[in-house]
């Protein structure tokens, strides 16, 4: 299981493409301690979400310890550098069209699952504002499409109350009703917005680039050795400034070695502490 963990995060790749992968090769099955060639699937891909679950951040912390002790010498180096990158998730670039959509599809999932009583389903509304909603583009239709994404809106609003009205006071949908209220009310300077229903602790984080400006997911800071190149560290954050994450890198790198390194090179985007105890 902790040869397919690492495959998976190597390969970037989901827990069912590295269990189909496994299947078919022969080296995937030999890093993982297979001496014959096995025809059949290793687990199913489920069991992978569950063995997470079992050894958490701990465990995950020791499998990481033990890839850093094989670089032997390597990885004793006392001069790190440390940067932060964008850890993206799986979701499409959101729109409050899109969102307030998606929100609808729920409702009307849910409310078959249910079989709860609705007044009107907007399923021929719906489509035809979809047709205005999809050519906005065009400068005939930006007036039509403006006003096709208020009445979205509004439809999404009037679907989540009426289902809130049908369902019991302590249902255990009370968590997925009250983000599908927060969407609608959120604007353009609200803070803590939701990007995505299925992944709500996204976040929309501004890196300088050229070629994306905004990336959706949470901040990751890796460090590693500054001769050999060893990553020594790794941590997942929502998306604080960087030079505040400094305690929390030279605290992981103090929990794997045993003392924190004496040397710390980062760019322009930790400018403001120049020495964290010991470490420059």
Not at 12 to 27: G, H, L, P
Not at 145 to 159: F, H, Y
Not at 189 to 213: D, F, M, N, Q, R
Request: charged share 30%; proline share 4%; glycine share 6%.
């Amino acid at each position: 299981m902790v040869g397919l963990l690492l495959l998976k995060h190597i390969r970037n790749v989901s827990d069912e493409s590295i269990a189909e992968q496994w299947t078919e090769n022969i080296y995937c099955q030999y890093f993982c301690g297979e001496t014959n060639f096995v025809p059949c699937a290793p687990c199913e891909a489920s069991e992978l979400v569950h063995f997470r679950k079992r050894i958490g951040a701990k465990g995950i912390e020791l499998i990481f310890k033990e890839s850093i002790r094989l670089n032997g010498e390597d990885a004793k180096e006392e001069s790190i550098k440390a940067d932060t990158a964008v850890q993206e998730k799986n979701v499409t670039f959101p729109t409050d069209a899109k969102l307030h959509r998606k929100i609808i599809e729920k409702c009307q999932a849910l409310r078959k699952k249910e079989g709860l009583p609705v007044r009107q389903s907007y399923t021929r509304t719906l489509k035809d504002l979809g047709m205005d909603q999809r050519f906005r583009r065009r400068p005939k239709n930006k007036g039509k499409a403006k006003k096709a994404d208020q009445k979205v809106k509004t439809i999404a609003g009037r679907l989540v109350r009426e289902i809130e009205r049908n369902l019991p006071p302590r249902s255990i949908y009370q968590k997925d009703i009250a983000l599908f209220q927060q969407v609608p009310e959120q604007t353009k300077t609200s803070k803590h917005k939701i990007y995505s229903l299925h992944e709500p602790e996204v976040k929309c984080i501004a890196k300088g680039k050229a070629h994306k400006k905004y990336e959706f997911g949470n901040k990751a800071s890796i460090s590693v050795t500054e001769n050999t190149g060893v990553i020594v560290g790794a941590i997942s954050f929502r998306n604080p400034y960087d030079g505040n994450i400094l305690n929390e890198v030279i605290k992981q790198y103090e929990s794997i070695f045993g003392k924190v390194p004496r040397h710390l090179t980062v760019d322009r985007g930790y400018r403001g502490k120049k020495q964290i105890g010991e470490t420059e």
